[in-house]
T-cell receptor, first 114, second 110 residues
Framework: DTEVTQTPKHLVMGMTNKKSLKCEQH?????MYWYKQKAKKPPELMFV???????INESVPSRFSPECPNSSLLNLHLHALQPEDSALYLC?????????????FGPGTRLTVT | EDQVTQSPEALRLQEGESSSLNCSYT??????LFWYRQDPGKGPEFLFT???AGEEKEKERLKATLTKKESFLHITAPKPEDSATYLC???????????FGKGTKLTVNP
């Protein structure tokens, strides 16, 4: 099973709201990722967690706050977002070890900031 | 700096008309070249990983090949359900990052 799940599927929030995106995988993967994707563009890396520790932050604004409560879960906390943050937010995970470099993506959360 | 260029940007085929998508890359220490399929509004679906020049992988009507400078995704006798954006990405060195191309949008008309 190579399934990554994300909730919610759609989210509409105002600029003063606080919301969270959730991601879950049960493949035993120890690397998890958040990506942002705008229309007709490739995914853009935001954060990487490796063994539940933040290993890469691609200079993402502090209004995005990632959290990895355990090896299966990844959250992205959102606060005071701007309309330009509207996008498809993708979670991905990857196995460890040689020959396990491919990332498996979830279905995404479509975020609209009003 | 690792780079990936995909061509063409868009491709229209008739059902049954075979063709190829190209992915040219430069990377320091190739860890893997990855092909994904993405339908509108959905997450990318993993198709193939290629690790070394000369490697080939197949899945149904798709066949991916790899040389030292480029990869091809061959589509044989495509069907309308093959319509999607196909993304190519490379992983290099010890980095966790994937470098994506901009994708090729494939449309297969019945």
């Amino acid at each position: 099973d190579t399934e990554v799940t994300q909730t919610p599927k759609h989210l509409v929030m105002g600029m003063t709201n606080k919301k969270s995106l959730k991601c879950e995988q049960h493949m035993g993967h120890r690397a998890m990722y958040w990506y942002k994707q705008k229309a007709k563009k490739p995914p853009e890396l935001m954060f990487v967690y490796s063994y539940e520790k933040l290993s890469i932050n691609e200079s993402v604004p502090s209004r995005f706050s990632p959290e990895c409560p355990n090896s299966s879960l990844l959250n992205l906390h959102l606060h005071a977002l701007q309309p330009e943050d509207s996008a498809l937010y993708l979670c991905a995970s990857r196995g460890q070890g040689k020959g396990s470099y491919e990332q498996y993506f979830g279905p995404g959360t479509r975020l609209t900031v009003t | 700096e690792d780079q990936v260029t995909q061509s063409p940007e868009a491709l229209r085929l008739q059902e049954g008309e075979s063709s190829s998508l190209n992915c040219s890359y430069t990377v320091s220490g190739l860890r893997g070249l990855f092909w994904y399929r993405q339908d509108p509004g959905k997450g990318p679906e993993f198709l193939f990983t290629l690790y070394s020049a000369g490697e080939e992988k197949e899945k149904e009507r798709l066949k991916a090949t790899l040389t030292k400078k480029e990869s091809f995704l061959h589509i044989t006798a495509p069907k309308p359900e093959d319509s999607a954006t196909y993304l190519c990405a490379v992983g290099g060195g010890g980095s966790e990052k994937l470098v994506f191309g901009k994708g090729t949008k494939l449309t297969v008309n019945p």
